[in-house]
Every structure is written in C-alpha cells, then in structure tokens.
C-alpha cells in the first residue's frame, strides 16, 4: 500500500521538500502558481509517482529535481500544464542518479498544452552517474490533436464540449484521484 499525498496550490509561489522513505504517490494540482519541488529517495526500494497538474495564467515556473539517494529505486514524474492564454509556463524536470545508486529508475513525461499562442518551455534533465540505471524523458508543447477535436465533434459534440473533455483527461488523468480533494481545481477547469 502506498502513501498518498494531495497539494493543491491556487496563486502562489511555493517550496516543497519531501524525503520519501515509503512507496508514495502524490498528487499536485497548481493553478496559476509557481511551485519549486525537491525530493530525496531515501530509502533503499522505495517508489516515487508524482503526478503534477497545473492551469497558468500569467509567467510562471515549475521546478521539480527528485535525487535518487538509494540503490533500487523508482521515480515516475507526469506533468502536465495547460496554458490558458498568452504567458510564459516554463517546466525544470530534474532526474539525478548519483554513482553510489544502482538499479534505479528515474522516468519522466511533460506536456504542455498551449491553449493560444503562450510561450512554454520544458528543460527535461537527466543527471545519471551510474549505469546501471533506466532512466526515461519525454516532452511535447502544443495543442489538442486536431484529429481528437475533429473526432469528438464527429460524435456530436461541440467545438467547447470536446475542448473541456479533453482538458478533464489531460489534467484529471488519474483513475484513483480522490475528486474531494481537488475540487478547486476541477471548478477551475470549469472556467476555462
């Protein structure tokens, strides 16, 4: 069984720091906020899901660095953004394996959607000094397949309705969210 944790943040700048000594999964919700994010695997074997979700306003910035201090562990960082208007969304995505960890794991997916023309950025970096390690990065800027738009409208959907079920998938993407404890941010999707 895992630990799960919920961060919702709403117009804010904010620090976090986590030293993760048990199978954890975490779920951040950000709206409009600039968050910095340090996390420790400090135990030997732990597992770290870190599923990050944010709507952006004005210029802000995400920054997450998650060190592997152990032999034998796991990070797996989702993060996905979606700028709303024409601002500045930037995404620091650090992995660090240092040479004295073996068989970790450190893998990473960003996306940002740009809902006009906002400029984002995603810096995806990968600090591995060992080899034995798989270790992963992927990153995507754009917008809503046209394919997927054209789909959903070709099953009677609206250009809006198909615009919203989209966002929901990309920014609610988790099966076992407890929806309670992001209801901020769902009223926030509303708005879009």
Not at 14 to 41: A, G, M, P, R, W
């Amino acid at each position: 069984m895992s630990k799960v944790l919920y961060v919702v943040d709403s117009n804010e700048k904010k620090k976090y720091q986590y030293n993760i000594t048990e199978d954890t999964i975490i779920y951040h919700f950000s709206i409009n906020s600039s968050c910095e994010v340090d996390i420790n695997l400090v135990t030997e074997g732990v597992t770290l899901y870190y599923y990050y979700n944010n709507i952006n306003y004005d210029n802000n910035r995400f920054s997450i660095k998650v060190t592997h201090l152990k032999n034998h562990t796991h990070s797996e960082l989702f993060n996905h953004g979606v700028n709303v208007g024409l601002k500045k969304l930037d995404y620091y995505v650090d992995g660090i394996v240092p040479k004295t960890s073996s068989e970790c794991v450190c893998n990473q997916e960003n996306q940002i959607i740009n809902l006009k023309n906002g400029k984002s950025t995603i810096c995806p970096i990968l600090l591995i000094d060992n080899y034995d390690v798989d270790s992963n990065h992927g990153a995507y800027i754009g917008k809503f397949s046209e394919d997927k738009l054209f789909y959903l409208m070709s099953r009677g959907l609206t250009f809006e309705e198909a615009n919203r079920l989209l966002l929901n998938g990309f920014l609610i993407n988790m099966d076992s969210v407890d929806l309670n404890e992001i209801r901020l941010f769902i009223e926030e999707i509303e708005k879009i």
